[in-house]
């Protein structure tokens, strides 16, 4: 990513606080982590580390576009992605979890990792989001893929 990416992903990611410029500072001079509100610029829809990680995997193959933000909590073992705001939104699944307006989100700069968060895909500024429809399809293909290889009563 360029200095440029970088720059805006900083810049897009904290223009969610409600003080940009702490937000900033916090990251440089802080502990790294700061929490944001969900529901304004995006919704973060998390979920155990093994389907988000499959999911993200087909994610990256062809023909689909290039993946939205996407972050890791290595702590907690789950992988959140960054969809578009819809406080009408339904996720239905195992330990699907979906943050939307009300809910806060500990995020690390887009730049490096802070102790147990990471970026698998940084926001690079531009705005873009996973699609809710593509994301969906990945999460099914994923799950069949894990109810496959998963012995029954071990999940």
């Keep these: 990513m360029s200095d440029a990416m ?3 992903g900083v810049e897009w990611l904290a223009a969610a606080a409600t003080d ?29 580390d093994r389907l988000g990680m499959l999911a993200l995997d ?4 062809a023909p689909r576009p290039f993946p939205g933000p996407t972050l890791v909590d290595t702590a907690a073992h789950r992988v959140g992605f960054f969809l578009p705001p819809d406080p009408g939104s339904r996720w239905i699944g195992a330990g ?17 990792a802070a102790r147990f968060l ?12 996973h699609a809710p429809v593509t994301l969906e399809l990945a999460l099914r293909q994923a799950n069949g893929t894990l109810a496959v290889l998963t012995p029954l009563g071990c999940r």
């Excluded at 087909?58 to 193959?61: A, H, S």
């Excluded at 979890?97 to 995020?107: E, L």
């Excluded at 990471?118 to 989001?129: H, I, S, Y």
């Design 6 to 8: 970088w720059t805006r």
């Design 20 to 48: 940009p410029r702490r937000c900033k500072r916090e990251w440089d001079q802080g502990d790294g982590i700061v929490l944001l509100e969900a529901g304004r610029y995006w919704d973060v829809l998390s979920m155990p």
């Design 96 to 112: 699907l979890r979906r943050a939307g307006r009300g809910s806060w989100v500990a995020v690390p700069p887009p730049y490096r």
């Design 118 to 129: 990471e970026w698998l895909v940084p926001p690079d500024g531009t705005g873009a989001l």
């Design 58 to 61: 087909l994610l990256w193959q």
